[in-house]
């Protein structure tokens, strides 16, 4: 699968007033010709040339998503209208109707406040975002390119094909000059430890942490629920058990620890805190997303190991869920969806972002040279069960009826692709490199504005991991861009196999949170990218 850019350019035609001359119907230049004034009104206008396709589509969206309510509008009429008509009579007849079929009026009665009833008590719970916080490492943790090179040859662990290797991967990666490694990768030569990866992960998440229990106001003791992923550092005791020994957390709390589960088990733990607030009333779920670096670098010479060590950074994100009705009037968004698929099942998926030892005994993360095929078979599958949740009537008539044009009638018609910018308005595509963003943008023909948020956040702070989405959304409200009722699409890919998005809708225009990530360096985004 090869990379490419997903803009749509519309042309628009050129036209010639002076002369009444057409339009080269190829784009070229247009040509004069003389035109009888008396006979130009009787021309027809070219409407290839002259409607933008893309508001045909807009008008069409509108009227089927609308087309129930343009049916009621008459029917409410109708009855309006008759009920104009009826006099003191007419009144009278159906109350003396209805009086003499009483059992039937309580009978429907009770069955209609049974049903509310019900419906009521088993409704999903709404699960708000109330804020959440990213970590930013401190300056003296940026690793440049130079420094990052020079340090890869003094450890002395690498031969020259794989510094030349390390450097070319370095250059396409879109990565800038400010990513940050963690201390320990920082000496030469390096000092991975127990003590030092503790520190790694001490260090981000209380990092975050602090950061949202001082921006929300929450005390440490109300939390109820705690969830947090890494997934190649899972020391004894557990990362929560770190946490709920700084904070002090309260002894009854629903901690867990998941691990192993890649760059996009950020989704899996926001998944698993939905699932506890459905559960528990009345309480907080946090939600802590990082991976660590310190003791999972590769320090061999096989190629397909090499590439994690010039993509990962250090990063990670708290998040405040909350399923309190109160919230609502403060929460920055509320989840609508989240929809998870898991390859697994196949041997290619499952292998093709493993951990393991090279000839040589040294351990690493190996990625497939099929990573970007099997990633786009597990978008397909996430997005076919996405799809019908979000997509528009419209869009979905418009895929179903090209299905059945392909299957019946004509095997050669391409198939119908949902464009789903128009169930999203913001889009959070896991920055896992710049391949993987450019086959998202061209695969979903999402246009450069939709991935900036992506691209800019992989420039920052590099591949985060499960956090990188946070990085994003935080990037979108740094801009000023996120508004009420705007749905923004988290799409995360990760080891496993697996493809899982989550869907929030904002609740109020959304400004940034305090010490967001962005807040020195926003104005100095977007940067233009080498090609």
């Not at 997934?231 to 009854?252: A, D, E, Q, W």
């Not at 040279?369 to 076919?384: E, Q, Y």
């Amino acid at each position: 699968m090869d990379g490419g850019g997903g803009g749509v350019s519309h042309p628009n035609p050129k036209t010639d007033g002076a002369s009444g001359g057409g339009v080269g119907g190829d784009g070229g230049p247009a040509v004069g010709v003389q035109i009888n004034q008396r006979h130009s009104h009787r021309r027809l206008p070219d409407f290839l040339q002259s409607v933008n396709l893309k508001y045909v589509k807009l008008g069409y969206h509108y009227l089927i998503s609308h087309l129930l309510t343009l049916c009621l509008i008459p029917v409410m009429i109708i009855i309006l209208i008759e009920a104009s008509q009826m006099n003191p009579n007419d009144i009278r007849q159906l109350w003396v109707h209805l009086q003499y079929n009483l059992v039937s009026v309580i009978v429907c009665s009770t069955v209609l406040v049974f049903g509310s009833t019900v419906y009521i008590m088993t409704r999903p719970k709404p699960v708000y975002l109330v804020d959440y916080s990213c970590y930013r490492a401190p300056d003296h943790l940026k690793a440049p390119y130079e420094r990052f090179m020079k340090h890869s040859r003094l450890t002395g662990d690498f031969d020259e094909s794989s510094l030349e290797f390390q450097r070319k991967i370095l250059e396409r990666s879109g990565l800038g000059e400010e990513t940050y490694v963690p201390e320990a990768m920082h000496f030469v030569p390096p000092r991975p430890s127990m003590a030092a990866a503790r520190e790694e992960a001490e260090q981000v998440m209380y990092g975050a942490l602090d950061n949202l229990f001082s921006s929300t106001g929450v005390k440490p003791k109300d939390i109820g629920i705690l969830v947090v992923n890494c997934s190649l550092f899972n020391p004894t005791p557990s990362l929560s058990s770190m946490i709920v020994n700084k904070y002090k957390l309260r002894g009854n709390i629903r901690s867990f620890n998941l691990g192993g589960m890649g760059c996009s088990a950020g989704v899996i733990a926001i998944d698993l805190a939905k699932d506890m607030l459905q559960v528990h009333r009345n309480t907080y779920a946090v939600v802590v997303s990082t991976e660590n670096i310190t003791q999972n670098w590769y320090f061999g010479n096989k190629k397909s190991m090499l590439i994690p060590n010039c993509l990962f950074r250090v990063g990670g994100s708290a998040v405040l869920l909350s399923n309190k009705s109160i919230d609502k009037r403060r929460a920055k968004y509320k989840l609508v969806h989240v929809v998870r698929t898991h390859r697994g099942a196949d041997e290619k998926a499952f292998r093709c972002v493993y951990q393991e030892q090279d000839a040589a005994g040294k351990t690493g993360v190996s990625l497939s040279k099929d990573l970007m095929a099997i990633a786009g078979g597990a978008l397909k599958t996430n997005i076919t069960t996405l799809g019908p949740l979000v997509l528009p009537i419209s869009e979905q008539l418009l895929f179903f009826c090209t299905l059945i044009i392909k299957k019946f009638f004509n095997n050669n018609i391409k198939p119908y692709i949902p464009d789903f910018k128009l169930a999203f308005d913001h889009f959070c595509i896991h920055a896992g490199g710049r391949a993987v963003i450019d086959e998202l943008e061209k695969n979903l023909q999402l246009y450069p504005t939709h991935v900036e948020a992506s691209r800019m956040t992989l420039h920052r702070f590099g591949n985060t991991s499960s956090s990188s989405i946070w990085y994003e959304l935080a990037y979108i409200e740094a801009k000023g861009r996120m508004k009420k009722g705007q749905r923004v699409w988290q799409i995360a890919f990760g080891s496993g196999f697996k493809c899982n998005s989550a869907v929030w809708k904002a609740l109020r225009n959304v400004k940034p949170s305090q010490n967001g990530p962005w807040d020195d360096c926003i104005d100095k985004y977007p940067v233009e990218l080498l090609s």
